[in-house]
């Protein structure tokens, strides 16, 4: 009997296993290709709108103004990431995915487009040009794997290019908040003083400190994961080609 039970665990294992590597089916695949390559493409436009405008002007200087809307639009549609995670066509971390996206989108609505001192600061190109390359490459990468189709390139350009865009846009995130700070303290934005019928207070500027604190333990431990990630996924092929 307890054979039998095995055999009979292993084997509903074993289904378990096949259906999560079998991954979504054909419906939710073309439906995840049709995204990854719609903001591919958003991505691409915003590129390419970053480089008209900066050999138009000659100047880096308040180039956000050039690509604030597609900007808002595809970062914000990344949104829908979190949605394919909790309905289970993407097998990745609800709680992961939905930090890393609503981060991008709470700096994008709540800071840049809520304190409009800042847009024309440099740290805001700084953190946009990040997201730009970085998010070309994840959804090219995303796309041909789909496709089962992926080249090493890319593969590589993934696993590779964030050393320095990790840190470049969370350099930019944090300085873009900081230059928010005194305009939040001074207008009071989206803070809510006592007293009031709900009894309840909220001060967006300790808010926004709290969340550039929250930086201190949050990126090295991501950072360090794809660091991890990286030889894990490139190391093999590395080690080997020292080999030859």
Same mark, same amino acid.
């Given at each position: +009997?307890s054979g039998a039970a095995s055999g009979t665990s292993k084997a509903a294992h074993s289904d378990v296993a096949a259906k999560k590597k079998r991954g979504p089916g054909a419906l939710a695949t ?15 436009? %915003? ?12 100047? *880096?200087? @308040? ?5 604030? #809307? ?17 309905? @289970?066509? =993407? !097998? ?8 890393? =996206? ?8 709540? /800071? ?5 001192? /800042?847009?024309?600061?440099?740290? =805001?190109?700084? &953190? =946009? ?12 990468? *995303? ?10 390139? %890319? ?11 990790? !840190? +470049? ?27 009031? #019928? ?6 967006? *500027?300790? &808010?926004?400190?709290?969340? +550039?604190?929250? *930086? %201190? ?17 490139? @190391? ?9």
């Amino acid at each position: +009997m307890s054979g039998a039970a095995s055999g009979t665990s292993k084997a509903a294992h074993s289904d378990v296993a096949a259906k999560k590597k079998r991954g979504p089916g054909a419906l939710a695949t073309a439906y995840l290709v049709i995204y990854n390559v719609v903001m591919t493409a958003g991505w691409l436009v %915003i590129a390419v709108g970053l480089v008209r405008a900066y050999l138009a002007r000659g100047s *880096y200087h @308040g180039l956000y103004y050039s690509i604030e #809307k597609p900007l808002k639009f595809f970062q914000t549609g990344a949104v829908l990431e979190i949605l394919h995670c909790a309905v @289970g066509i =993407v !097998p990745s971390s609800v709680v992961l995915t939905g930090f890393q =996206v609503m981060s991008r989108v709470f700096l994008t609505w709540a /800071v840049t487009h809520s304190v409009r001192e /800042v847009q024309s600061e440099d740290s =805001v190109l700084l &953190f =946009v040009t990040a997201w730009t390359v970085t998010e070309i490459i994840r959804y090219s990468f *995303y796309t041909f794997s789909l496709l089962n189709h992926l080249p090493y390139l %890319i593969k590589w350009a993934r696993y590779t290019f964030f050393i320095v865009l990790y !840190p +470049m846009g969370v350099t930019g995130e944090l300085l873009t908040i900081y230059a928010a700070l005194p305009y939040v303290q001074k207008t009071g934005l989206y803070s809510v003083t006592l007293p009031n #019928k709900y009894n309840f207070s909220f001060d967006y *500027y300790t &808010f926004l400190i709290l969340v +550039m604190i929250s *930086y %201190i333990p949050l990126f090295p431990q991501l950072y360090f994961h794809m660091i991890r990630q990286r030889k894990k996924v490139l @190391g093999h092929i590395e080690d080997y080609g020292k080999v030859e």
